[in-house]
């Protein structure tokens, strides 16, 4: 029975019960009223059809100047979403400032240039799993002991690659790091956020700075070669934005995508069986993760410019939505009765919008699927017997409504018994 309870749902910020807070919320309808956290009102789109359509609506903006609570200063000071919604570049441009932020960075952020990155992927890959064999052995005994995977591989990969992308020196890398794990923490304070953006800013700005008087094979040097043939189409400050924006958007979310699928394989091992068998690919088990546990759950916000329909709601015009792709992922609509089964061999006829649909399509979706095959194929033929630590109903969710994966991943990467 749909539940047509009059109070709307309370987003928790710690994310707890994902899959089945969005079962109950696709069974209310498509675009079902929420609670944000700060008591402000917003509008989640959960179905797969709804939101494919409403993620390319023409009367569907992004820019906060359509947020009416907000134009109206109804949101609280320090509200833990306002940078998100507020931060300019082109997350939050429409139309044509959008074109022309986005522009510069397709021309020059190519299948080709990723391509290339091929393998320098695969080189720090290996390295960190060299890294990862040498904490997970017990010198004395040579016993396998639990390491926890996200912390120690899933996370790193995505920061080295972007880095070693656009160009930013090695010692630099891990004050990166740790800002960009500040900025996109739930429990950093607004102020402390804001800090680590302008530290990353400086770390970014000085990059190109370093980049414009040696440039580099790096794609901030193809960034300014490509910005001085255009004439002045981006300022200094929006190429720096546009650099922070891809450490940002493709940080968190890459390593989700490899915490998930790792997590998926070791609690479907007759899913993994079937990669052994050649049955499906590492792109097939990227692609089934991205459906059935989406990296991104709620992200914030997109705004009818007008009254707008969605199912039978009426949206009102300024109110700030929610894109639900880990709803959407497994709507039962769009994949049939078996939506909530991980199946590496479903290939279904409709495309996961993991990577969201329309104008803002992700820009490092090539990247993305490059490092986490790269990433699985390395880790499942070195340790064929990897195996969750612990059952996985008692893994820490990561407490965030924004992203969708665990705290941790605990695992063994070996046997326990000692192989010696
Ligand atoms: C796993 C998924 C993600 C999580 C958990 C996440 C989380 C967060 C959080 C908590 C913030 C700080 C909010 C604030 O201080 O107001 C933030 C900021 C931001 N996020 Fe994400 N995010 C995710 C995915 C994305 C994606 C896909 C994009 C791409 C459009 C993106 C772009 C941004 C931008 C541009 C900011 C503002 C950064 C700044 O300048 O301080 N995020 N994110
Ligand atoms: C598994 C990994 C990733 C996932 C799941 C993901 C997901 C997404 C989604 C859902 C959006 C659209 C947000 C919206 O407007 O609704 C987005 C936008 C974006 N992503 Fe990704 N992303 C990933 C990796 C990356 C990487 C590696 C990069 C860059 C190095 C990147 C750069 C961007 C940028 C720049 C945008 C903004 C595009 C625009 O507003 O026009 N993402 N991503």
């Known amino acids: 029975m749909p539940d047509r309870s009059d109070t709307p749902h309370r987003l928790d910020p710690a994310g707890s019960e994902q899959h089945a807070v969005n079962e109950r919320l696709r069974a209310q309808g498509p675009a079902v009223p929420v609670i944000l956290p ?210 940002i958007a493709g940080h968190e979310t890459t390593l989700n995508l490899i915490t998930n699928a790792v997590r998926a394989l070791c609690t479907h091992p007759e899913q993994l069986a079937l990669v052994r068998a050649g049955k499906a690919d590492w792109g097939d088990v990227v692609e089934e993760t991205l459906r059935y546990d989406s990296p991104v759950s709620f992200f914030p916000f997109r705004y009818p410019v007008r009254d707008l329909k969605v199912g039978d709601t009426v949206i009102p015009r300024g109110t700030p939505v929610l894109a639900s792709y880990t709803a959407a992922g497994r709507d039962e609509r769009a994949y049939g009765p078996d939506a909530s089964r991980f199946d590496v061999t479903r290939r279904p006829s409709v495309r996961h919008l993991s990577f969201g649909h329309g104008p803002h399509y992700c820009l490092g979706a090539a990247l993305a699927r490059l490092e986490a095959t790269t990433a699985l194929a390395a880790l499942f033929d070195r340790y064929p017997d990897l195996a969750l630590a612990v059952p996985d109903d008692d893994l820490p969710r990561h407490p965030s409504f924004v992203g969708n994966s665990t705290e941790t991943l605990p695992v063994r990467l070996r046997p326990e018994t000692p192989q010696r």
């Open 38 to 247: 700060g008591e402000v009102a917003s509008v989640a789109v959960t179905r797969y059809e709804e939101l494919k359509e409403f993620l390319a609506h023409p009367d569907v903006a992004k820019n906060a100047r359509h947020f009416t609570a907000l134009r109206e200063g109804a949101v609280p000071p320090g509200w833990p979403l306002t940078t998100f919604a507020t931060v300019e570049g082109m997350t939050t441009a429409d139309g044509d400032d959008h074109r022309r932020l986005r522009a510069l960075v397709t021309q020059v952020f190519t299948p080709r240039r990723i391509e290339g990155l091929r393998p320098r992927v695969e080189e720090l890959t290996a390295r960190l799993l060299h890294a990862l064999d040498e904490a997970a052995l017990d010198a004395e005994t040579g016993a396998s002991v639990v390491v926890d995977l996200r912390e120690h591989f899933a996370l790193p990969l995505p920061m080295a690659v972007v880095s070693e992308l656009l160009g930013v020196d090695p010692g630099m890398r891990g004050q990166l790091h740790q800002l960009s794990n500040l900025i996109v923490s739930t429990t950093t304070s607004p102020e402390r956020a804001l800090a680590a953006n302008r530290a990353m800013a400086g770390i970014l700005g000085s990059v190109v700075v370093r980049r414009r008087a040696a440039p580099g094979d790096d794609l901030t040097s193809a960034l300014l070669a490509a910005q001085a043939e255009d004439g002045d189409r981006l300022t200094d400050r929006e190429l720096v934005g546009t650099l922070l924006l891809m450490v």
